[in-house]
């Protein structure tokens, strides 16, 4: 029997590959400012994360319809099942949609239909996490999340991510309750570029239940304490954390360090179309960078499937 794998931190445009970018550009109609995959492929040097979210956005321009989020969908769905996971909690970004005239419907109806029928189709059972733009207004994100809940969307979650540094989690208190008083879960990204503060805010104001990313908690030893003795886990993306500079190198990465402190770590892929892969490549490298050891990869694999929302 495989062993059960929960993936819970991918942002589903993240796995838009380049391939698929020329094909929807094609099925819809829409010019691209690159002649080939070459040419896009080129563009995968990252900075830090505002440069990635810069091609990030601007890839998203060729998905329009119900039918081609379905297909984001499913083509994840496919190539993480290949990889090992058992269940997925999927982030989408609305609001990257609604603000190009994509309407909200169209995105929630496609990636809906993929995770209803993800389990038969590829055996990966799977969920769905609005997630806020914190670099858009705040107005912005209670109106989508008062959107979701009058259309009855099928998510299990509110998460908040994009431009984190100077869009602290305190901007969201209002929208993060009433999301738990709708009986949603949630989640931040915090202390990926942002500072320690921002975990702690993620925890004190907006109640979250995982923090995405927190790997700047090493900074702080209280927290680090707080987020043991709390239980509350920490998505880490290893390879996105080097493609966007966090680490220069695999071989610096704390993950280790972390899984020593108690922490409950997971191991995520992040954008993998963006990033050098899916949730495997991220073990296939840690385990060459850093000799991840059998035992850490069976704790990695235990945390994921405690710190889900599906359950198994
Ligand atoms: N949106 C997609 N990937 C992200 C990341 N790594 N951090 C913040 N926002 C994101
Ligand atoms: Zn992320």
Not at 171 to 176: G, I, Q, R, S, Y
Not at 225 to 235: A, C, H, K, Q, S
């Amino acid at each position: 029997m495989t062993t059960p794998l929960a993936e819970l931190h991918m942002h589903i445009e993240g796995s838009l590959e380049p391939p698929q970018i020329f094909a929807l550009a094609e099925r819809n109609g829409i010019a691209l400012p690159y002649n080939d995959i070459d040419e896009l492929a080129a563009r995968y040097e990252f900075t830090d994360l505002q440069s990635f979210l810069d091609l990030y956005y601007a890839n998203m321009s060729v998905l329009r319809t119900a039918e081609d989020f379905g297909d984001l969908a499913r083509a994840y769905f496919r190539r993480a099942a290949a990889g090992g996971v058992t269940q997925a909690e999927i982030f989408f970004d609305p609001q990257a949609h609604t603000a190009r005239g994509v309407a909200l419907e169209a995105v929630v109806e496609g990636l809906s239909d993929a995770v209803a029928s993800s389990e038969r189709e590829f055996g990966v059972k799977s969920g769905l996490i609005a997630s806020i733009l914190r670099d858009e207004p705040v107005l912005h994100a209670n109106k989508l999340l008062d959107d979701l809940l009058a259309m009855q969307a099928p998510i299990i979650g509110l998460g908040l991510d994009s431009a984190e540094a100077g869009f602290p989690p305190s901007l969201f208190v209002d929208v993060f309750a009433k999301a738990r008083a709708e009986g949603l879960h949630v989640v931040a990204h915090a202390g990926e570029e942002g500072p320690a503060e921002y975990i702690w805010q993620a925890l004190d104001l907006l109640g979250v239940e995982r923090v995405d990313h927190g790997v700047r908690c090493l900074e702080d030893d209280a927290l680090v304490n707080r987020l043991v003795d709390e239980e509350i886990p920490l998505t880490v993306c290893p390879l996105s954390n080097v493609r966007l500079k966090v680490y220069e190198d695999l071989s610096e990465h704390p993950i280790r360090q972390m899984i020593e402190r108690g922490l409950i770590v997971t191991v995520n892929s992040d954008d993998p179309a963006y990033f050098g892969g899916y949730v495997d490549d991220n073990f296939a490298a840690l385990e060459t960078a850093l000799g991840l050891t059998a035992r850490e990869r069976e704790i990695l694999y235990d945390n994921s499937i405690k710190a889900s929302f599906i359950g198994r």
